[in-house]
């Protein structure tokens, strides 16, 4: 398989799904000559022409509104927000009208739009464009998110929220638009609500999500050396959510630490952690279920203050190791 960028896998996976599929459509701001914040569209203006790679005005309400409303008309929009930052903008189209219309209609009516919107730190982008606001989204039902952490995952969960019924948030971290990875050339779906183990382990499971995968990976490979062998699950989809799958990786490990760069507060960690205290594995547990996540602040802009805001590889290691060492 050809290696390419997260951003590139995004680009293809837009791009195969305009060309089979004329109801789709790309709008946004700077998303045309310009390729947008990120680069990610750059060069389908050329393809697909201004019909389809639509430029927006500065208006996420305008942008999210519009993609409801023309997915309810027949359309399978996706809408790009700059920066996840901005979605709060537009939180009453998304949460009151495109969340809502399907349950308020019975089904008979659906809203097939995806909002794709960077996230995260590591920038230097500061308070007001650095949020990781996910579990702001999972909280609202009719919506489902979507955040992969590798090229591969990328495309194929974003064909499949294209063609999913629903509004589907795609969560990307900034910082793996130039991550590579093998990625097919052609036509793969990633079913939504399927985690992945990334890697098998015995001694801990440990539940990461987009740049937190590959920083415990990361982690993972270092610890084995000394025998400490962790399994990584990216849920890859934060709702719906693969309870199952961590759920039966912890009664085989006995141990769980969940890492995301969201503030601690209110973060989807808890709600991992509920469902595994609330279920059957529970009595597998030899150590106290633990959560490692980025501190209740705005994320700051200088570079140190920033990274020491949110979880890094050495924060990772030193839970794990703080688990395990608790072994009965």
């Known amino acids: 398989m050809p290696e390419i960028t997260y951003?590139?896998?995004?680009?293809?996976?837009?791009?195969?799904?305009?060309?089979?599929?004329?109801?789709?459509?790309?709008?946004?701001?700077?998303?045309?000559?310009?390729?947008?914040?990120?680069?990610?569209?750059?060069?389908?203006?050329?393809?697909?022409?201004?019909?389809?790679?639509?430029?927006?005005?500065?208006?996420e309400a305008a942008i999210v509104g519009a993609?409801?409303?023309?997915?309810?008309?027949?359309?399978?929009?996706?809408?790009?927000?700059?920066?996840?930052?901005?979605?709060?903008?537009?939180?009453?189209?998304?949460?009151?009208?495109?969340?809502?219309?399907?349950?308020?209609?019975?089904?008979?009516?659906s809203v097939p739009m995806v909002i794709r919107m960077p996230a995260g730190s590591g920038t230097g982008a500061a308070a007001q464009h650095s949020q990781s606001l996910e579990s702001l989204l999972i909280?609202?039902?009719?919506?489902?998110?979507?955040?992969?952490?590798?090229?591969?995952?990328?495309?194929?969960?974003?064909?499949?929220?294209?063609?999913?019924?629903?509004?589907?948030?795609?969560?990307?971290?900034?910082?793996l638009y130039k991550t590579k990875g093998e990625v097919p050339d052609g036509e793969y779906t990633i079913p939504l609500g399927e985690a992945e183990i990334k890697r098998e382990g015995r001694d801990i499971t440990v539940v990461a999500a987009n740049i937190m995968v590959l920083k415990t990976m990361a982690v993972a490979e270092k610890l084995s050396a000394e025998g400490i062998e962790v399994?990584?699950?990216?849920?890859?989809?934060?709702?719906?959510?693969?309870?199952?799958?961590?759920?039966?990786?912890?009664?085989?490990?006995?141990?769980?630490l969940v890492v995301h760069e969201a503030c601690k507060t209110g973060g989807w960690a808890g709600e991992v952690i509920a469902s595994v205290a609330s279920s059957p594995a529970f009595?597998?547990?030899?150590?106290?279920?633990?959560?490692?996540?980025?501190?209740?602040?705005?994320?700051p802009y200088n570079r140190n203050l920033e990274r020491a805001a949110v979880p890094q590889e050495e924060d990772i290691e030193a839970e794990i190791r703080a688990i395990v060492d608790k072994r009965t």
């Open 67 to 109: 993609a409801a409303g023309a997915a309810m008309a027949g359309m399978r929009p996706i809408a790009e927000i700059m920066f996840m930052d901005f979605i709060l903008l537009a939180m009453e189209q998304l949460v009151n009208q495109a969340a809502k219309v399907r349950f308020m209609f019975g089904g008979k009516a």
């Open 7 to 59: 951003a590139d896998a995004l680009r293809a996976a837009m791009s195969e799904e305009m060309r089979r599929d004329e109801r789709v459509f790309l709008f946004g701001q700077d998303i045309g000559r310009y390729g947008g914040a990120f680069g990610v569209s750059f060069g389908m203006l050329d393809e697909f022409g201004a019909e389809r790679i639509k430029e927006t005005p500065i208006s």
């Open 283 to 299: 009595d597998y547990l030899d150590a106290p279920l633990r959560r490692l996540a980025g501190r209740d602040i705005p994320i």
């Open 231 to 256: 399994e990584v699950i990216d849920p890859r989809t934060l709702r719906p959510l693969d309870v199952e799958t961590i759920i039966k990786s912890v009664r085989k490990t006995g141990r769980l």
């Open 139 to 175: 909280h609202i039902p009719g919506i489902k998110v979507v955040n992969p952490s590798t090229p591969y995952d990328a495309k194929g969960l974003l064909l499949s929220a294209i063609r999913d019924p629903n509004p589907v948030c795609f969560i990307e971290h900034k910082l």
